[in-house]
């Protein structure tokens, strides 16, 4: 899979949370996909009474990821979506961590870029959460033997149609 | 470059959310925030005939310390509360060993990762490692959103006296520990 393209990902981070750097990972269609170093914002120093530093994240961070963006990215079969994974973990200032997450985006692609303005079907869409639900309500834009399909199934909750 | 972005967060902020629900604001105010009245899923039997293996990938069953007051702490290494109360628990566990008290830590971790911890924090009780099934049986025991740190008490015999999701302090434990010996 050719990543020549960049994925910015958006968190926002509630008010007395914060997420760690280091551990996010990514995956597309499963394989593990590193962000450049340079791509991530400094953060914050956190240091616990008995700790090592750690690099956190609070309200907002954007993550700058190499991923496909169109068609002509993706291998050469009848799929024109990939499976974004993202994994995280953090922790509440009350003194709580939740374990490591993983949050599941269907990125699907038109024939063409698709941030270039037009009208000719270029669209994608992304679900969140890793629940297993009744698809996309729209199967049939994703082509009957897709290989590269994640087993899981996601509901969406939004959809963009370029 | 063509650049496509998307924003987390919903997830995020509902997760949190529940988080910020679960957390009882009357936890400090009494000395025993106790939830031991929750139903809990498992029965004493099943709990003490749990098996985790240790970092030494010896299994221990539970069971060993069902005379005992047996105190399960769930942490991890990536969790930066947990890390920082084990010391509290090593103490207690120094103090009370002798008179009946045994703490137990199941990491939601590697095993690689417990044993690197422990090269640098030696603990002094037993620590069993298990990221696979460890926040399962938690939140069989009462941990229902699988948050660390997560904490409870059984008197021997396997009555739950006590549950806690989040930090201990060393006096509410110490108060804990010493009411519920073994006689």
Known sequence: MKLGSTLELRYAIADGYCIFRDRFQFLIDGQPVSIPQ???LPGIWKQGATLRRVIT????????????????ALPQDDCNLYVLSVRSQGCADAGVCYPPFEQAIEVVLGASE???PTSAGNRWCFSFGA?????????????????RLLKQVLTPIASVHA | MPK???????????????????LDPAAEKSDFPDRSAEKIDLTAGTIYSTRFADVDGNEQILGQWQHRLLVINFWATWCTPCKEEMPMFAKMQGKYGKDGLQIVGIAVDSRENVVKFIQNSPVGYPLLPDEARAIEFSKRLGNRLGLLPFTVAFRPGGELIFSRMGL?????????????LPK
Not at chain 1, 57 to 70: D, I
Not at chain 1, 131 to 142: A, I, V
């Open chain 1, 38 to 40: 340079h791509s991530r």
């Open chain 2, 4 to 22: 496509l972005i998307l924003a987390f967060g919903a997830a995020s902020l509902i997760t949190m959310a529940a988080v910020a629900l679960w």
């Open chain 1, 114 to 116: 698709w941030s270039r």
């Open chain 2, 168 to 180: 201990i302090k060393e006096q509410e434990m110490d108060k804990l520990v010493a009411k519920n």
């Open chain 1, 57 to 72: 994240y609070r309200n907002s961070v954007r993550l700058l990821l190499p991923a496909p963006l169109s068609k002509q």
């Open chain 1, 131 to 147: 629940q297993q639900g009744s698809g996309f309500t729209d199967r049939s834009m994703l082509g009957t033997s897709c290989n």
